[in-house]
């Protein structure tokens, strides 16, 4: 075969037609010369264009998810935040509330202490009377043996 000629390919069923003009033909690397088709180039150039296009609205969706998970993000850190505003305010109000709670019942205690007290005293000191008369009685009741 001559260095410029084209090499043509048949495929297995239509050897036995190698006159037709259906068969494949492959050029040469190289070798082939001739102008190109313009559709041929359009048809690369959308297809390549195409693909661009696919790969770039894949990255803009991803970015636009990105952005939204961001979003997302800040607004539920918004809302937590928030929350444990709430609840620590809330649960200063119950501690201000106990801390009330327990000074009001020291209070009382105190006051029930101090009426324990006030009262011990009184029993105290109704005891030290009791022996007291108990003794004055003792010496006035006294036994004595009848005088003779």
């Given at each position: 075969?001559?260095?410029?000629?084209?090499?043509?390919?048949?495929?297995?069923?239509?050897?036995?037609?190698?006159?037709?003009?259906?068969?494949?033909?492959?050029?040469?690397?190289g070798q082939y010369n001739g102008p190109v088709n313009p559709l041929i180039v359009t048809i690369i150039i959308a297809l390549a264009t195409f693909i661009i296009?696919?790969?770039?609205?894949?990255?803009?969706?991803?970015?636009?998810?990105?952005?939204?998970?961001?979003?997302?993000?800040?607004?539920?850190?918004?809302?937590?935040?928030?929350?444990?505003?709430?609840?620590?305010?809330?649960?200063?109000?119950?501690?201000?509330?106990?801390?009330?709670?327990?000074?009001?019942?020291?209070?009382?205690?105190?006051?029930?202490?101090?009426?324990?007290?006030?009262?011990?005293?009184?029993?105290?000191?109704?005891?030290?009377?009791?022996?007291?008369?108990?003794?004055?009685?003792?010496?006035?009741?006294?036994?004595?043996?009848?005088?003779?």
């Amino acid at each position: 075969m001559p260095p410029g000629a084209i090499r043509r390919w048949l495929p297995p069923w239509g050897r036995e037609q190698a006159g037709e003009t259906w068969a494949v033909v492959f050029p040469r690397a190289g070798q082939y010369n001739g102008p190109v088709n313009p559709l041929i180039v359009t048809i690369i150039i959308a297809l390549a264009t195409f693909i661009i296009s696919i790969f770039g609205a894949s990255w803009l969706n991803q970015q636009a998810m990105n952005k939204r998970i961001d979003d997302l993000r800040s607004y539920l850190d918004a809302r937590f935040d928030a929350l444990e505003q709430t609840m620590n305010a809330r649960f200063a109000a119950v501690d201000a509330r106990f801390v009330a709670l327990e000074q009001t019942m020291n209070a009382r205690f105190d006051a029930v202490d101090a009426r324990f007290d006030a009262v011990d005293k009184r029993i105290t000191n109704l005891e030290q009377r009791v022996e007291r008369v108990e003794r004055q009685l003792d010496a006035v009741l006294k036994p004595s043996l009848p005088r003779s």
